[in-house]
């Protein structure tokens, strides 16, 4: 039974394409969602699917041609899929300008990939006082305005609709990632396949059928594996993850922009579902794209570690991202300073080989079970 | 002017002490006294504060706050040849060489708290505005936490319309009212509107001065060396609100003038042809790229920097959306059109593009763009792989190749034109 569910799961991560034509045959339009953050609930309830686009990992040809070699890969390869029609369908696609590579993907989208609108969000750094919410709201609109030229209709009760279904998908994924810490016989695959699943489905789907994995989980598993927790932007490489499985690695949190971190913070309840999804956004917090000069995120890894009782920390540095780049210090400082073990494994959606990680992570395991 | 070619430059005459009256010896008297005077205001127990490039000068001036720039200072460090030695720093403590060389040059110095090759007045504050990118958020952060001082977060967002939108100027003046407040809190300082309308009026002075002064490539031969430019900046940066600047620039312009006037340059050979120059300099080899031009007779006549200053504005949103509109924080159709204006204004023949692997922001649409430019102007583009700061990016025998193909295209281009 439960392998039935982690199979569909399976099945929805690891095919987008056939998951968006099956919306668009059922007559849905498409809104593809760029890394890290979008207002997916407004998308939502203008009556879009929102898909995620993070990219695939594949060889980089044609993105060549607008990005020099040291942008990150996971831009790279969302430009490079637009190119290559990989999206075509798609009505718009929504891309944040968190980071310096992000606001380069909109300028060059607009050029290399015509028949995809270029939505752009704007979000403020200083997000928590008055006038930052109130930016947040512009930004909304904007995307609002952007939509009603596709066709969507802006309601605010739809809206209100909407924030409810994605609290509820928070909701389940929070509790995903908890039964999760005590079922090491979910393998690392299947986690980062219930994770990523969630960017291919409408998150009605994703929710149920989180709720029917839940209930199949059963009694917390026996098996004696290494506890980790996972820090970074993407995770989902499959020669990635089946090293963690074959070294014998639970992750029993992650810290992974593309996985919790999209479910920390819900929607506050508030008569003006617009503002109180702006309200949402000054609340979050815990990620190396949105400012806090103490950066809670580092204490936040190393209370999580010792919370879940995690024998380390590995943190997944995506090549060329700056932002991490930088925190990155700061996590290693510190989890020195708690001795929590750390180790560092540098990946990239055009790598082939993956001997360098399973070296890394070789070593880290043995040092972790001596 | 031939002579001077054959001349070589290895055969070193005694310098001339400068004329102080002169612009050279006035912006650089200004450039170096911004260090100087945040250092002697620091030993007399006055706050300093690291200020970023583009952030609102208006501010610590106004309020009286010594600073410092640490782009400068690291530009200054990697000019003087320390640039490996202070990234090794910084990535001995576990930065990626990845990230831009200022920031690892400036987070070594936080470490190291010296360096001879430009020393600055530690910082008790710092000001930090993301309008030419969000690695100086990440860069202040850091900071911020290695030194355990307070950061002044100023978020001007990158900007996808061509317009600044009216909720981006209530957005960006709310926090520059709290950043103000923010520090006579923490310094306990008055915020003076007299002394902010006089430094307004020394800013716009020093930038309209500066605007006109970069326009004089207008003729030809240009009455100067573009590279003058990458250096003159630094006042432009560091002290555009103080009255000297102004005076300075303005002296600058009116060299300038007369230069043009008497038919004389500070590009000291024949000039033969002008290109725009698109980037940050490489500073650890701006001698070798300077003479790789030079030596073609190819004059630099303008970089987007001629646009960058300018600061001149007649009222408060006006000053603000003068501070959204910096190079870096504007789309690509506007950053294209600017570009394109200062080619047309300045008879440019071809466009050298800098592909500075520090400058992710910079670099990320830079070849849509200048295929745009090159295709609106009808001018040969060609790009180098550099750094501004980290030497080991950078191949001379690659940009050497390069400006030598595109020296061809435009001498060919020259010819037919003639014929
Ligand atoms: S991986 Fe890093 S650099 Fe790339 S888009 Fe994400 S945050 Fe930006
Ligand atoms: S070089 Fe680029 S990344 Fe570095 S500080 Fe300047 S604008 Fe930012």
């Known amino acids: 039974m439960i392998q039935d569910t982690i199979r569909k799961f399976h099945e929805a991560a690891a095919s987008p394409r056939a998951q968006m034509e099956k919306y668009m045959a059922e007559g849905k339009k498409i809104v593809l969602t760029a890394p890290v953050y979008t207002p997916e609930e407004i998308i939502h309830s203008m009556g879009f699917v929102p898909m995620g686009a993070w990219g695939a990992d594949m060889e980089l040809n044609r993105a060549k041609e607008y990005f020099p070699a040291f942008l990150c890969s996971i831009v790279q390869s969302i430009l490079e899929l637009g190119i290559r029609d990989a999206y075509k369908g798609a009505s718009a696609i929504v891309i944040p300008s968190l980071c310096d590579t992000l606001k380069t993907l909109g300028e060059n989208w607009k050029y290399a990939v015509d028949d995809i609108k270029f939505i752009p969000m704007t979000y403020p750094q200083n997000r928590k006082p008055d006038y930052g919410i109130a930016f947040t709201k512009a930004g909304y609109e904007r995307v609002i305005r952007d939509l009603e030229e596709l066709g969507g209709k802006f309601d605010p009760e739809a809206l209100k609709e909407s924030n409810k279904v994605y609290n509820a998908h928070n909701a389940v994924m929070r509790r995903v990632d908890e039964a999760l810490a005590a079922h090491p016989e979910i393998t690392a695959a299947e986690r980062s396949d219930i994770f990523k699943s969630a960017y291919f489905m409408t998150k009605e789907e994703h929710t149920a059928l989180c709720e029917e994995f839940l209930a199949e989980l059963g009694e917390a598993g026996a098996e004696d594996k290494l506890a980790i927790v996972v820090s970074g932007i993407l995770t989902d490489a499959p020669q990635l993850n089946g090293i963690f499985d074959d070294m014998g690695m639970h992750i029993v949190a992650d810290d992974v922009a593309a996985q919790s971190r999209q479910y920390r913070t819900d929607v506050p309840e508030m008569d003006d579902p617009l503002q109180a999804l702006a309200v949402k956004f000054a609340n979050m917090d815990n990620c190396s794209v949105l400012y806090n000069v103490k950066k809670p995120r580092v204490q936040w890894i190393v209370d999580t570690a010792k919370e879940r009782n995690a024998k380390g920390v590995v943190v997944v540095m995506t090549k060329f991202c700056d932002p991490e780049e930088f925190d990155y210090v700061m996590i290693k400082r510190a989890c020195e300073a708690a001795d929590l073990p750390l180790a560092l494994v540098e990946v990239d959606r055009q790598m082939v080989h993956f001997e360098q990680v399973r070296t890394n992570l070789e070593t880290f395991r043995d040092m972790l079970t001596m | ?419």
């Open chain 2, 1 to 419: 002017m031939a002579e001077e070619v054959k001349k070589p430059e290895e055969v070193k005459k005694p310098r001339k002490p400068l004329d102080p009256n002169s612009a050279k010896y006035k912006l650089g008297k200004i450039a170096s006294d911004a260090f100087a005077t945040a250092i002697e205001a620091k030993k007399q127990g006055r706050p300093v504060a690291w200020v970023s490039s583009n952030f609102p000068v208006e501010i610590p001036e106004t309020l009286g706050l010594a600073t410092a720039y640490p782009e400068n200072q690291a530009a200054g460090i990697a000019a003087r040849g320390a640039g490996e030695r202070m990234c090794e720093v910084a990535e001995a403590e576990g930065y990626s060489n990845d990230i831009c060389a200022y920031a690892r040059i400036s987070l070594a110095y936080a470490k190291l708290k010296e360096c001879p090759e430009q020393d600055v007045a530690m910082p008790d504050v710092l000001l930090c505005c993301n309008n030419i990118c969000n690695c100086m958020i990440k860069w202040y952060e850091n900071l911020s936490q290695e030194l355990g001082i307070p950061m002044i977060m100023l978020d001007i967002p990158f900007n996808p319309d061509y317009e600044v939108s009216d909720a981006e100027v209530a957005y960006v003046s709310g926090q520059f009212w709290d950043a103000v407040h923010q520090l006579e809190d923490l310094f306990g300082l008055k915020w003076d509107d007299d002394k902010f309308e006089q430094v307004t009026g020394f800013s716009c002075r020093a930038s309209r001065a500066w605007l006109e002064a970069t326009a004089q490539a207008k003729y030809t031969p240009s009455p100067f060396n573009g590279f003058d430019l990458l250096n003159h900046m630094a006042v432009m940066v560091t002290a555009r609100g103080k009255e000297e600047a102004g005076e300075a620039m303005e002296t600058l312009l009116k060299e300038y003038k007369e230069n043009h006037e008497k038919g004389e340059s500070t590009f000291r050979v024949e000039e033969k042809h002008r290109i725009m120059f698109e980037g940050i300099a490489c500073w650890p080899y701006l001698r070798a790229t300077s003479r790789g031009l030079k030596d073609r007779g190819i004059n630099m006549v303008t970089t987007i920097y001629a646009d960058a200053f300018g600061f001149d504005y007649n009222s408060f949103d006006e000053m603000i959306r003068a501070y959204c509109s910096v190079p870096n924080a504007i789309n690509l159709e506007k950053s294209r059109d600017k570009r394109i204006k200062l080619c047309k204004d300045n008879n440019v023949e071809g466009l050298l593009v800098h592909t500075n692997r520090s400058c992710k922001l910079w670099s990320g649409f830079m070849a849509e763009m200048s295929r745009q430019i090159g295709k609106e102007c009808n001018i040969p583009v060609t790009s180098f792989d550099g750094d501004q700061a980290d030497p080991r990016n950078f191949s001379e025998a690659q940009y050497d190749t390069r400006v030598q193909g595109l020296c061809e295209i435009m001498e060919a281009n020259k010819e037919a034109k003639e014929a």
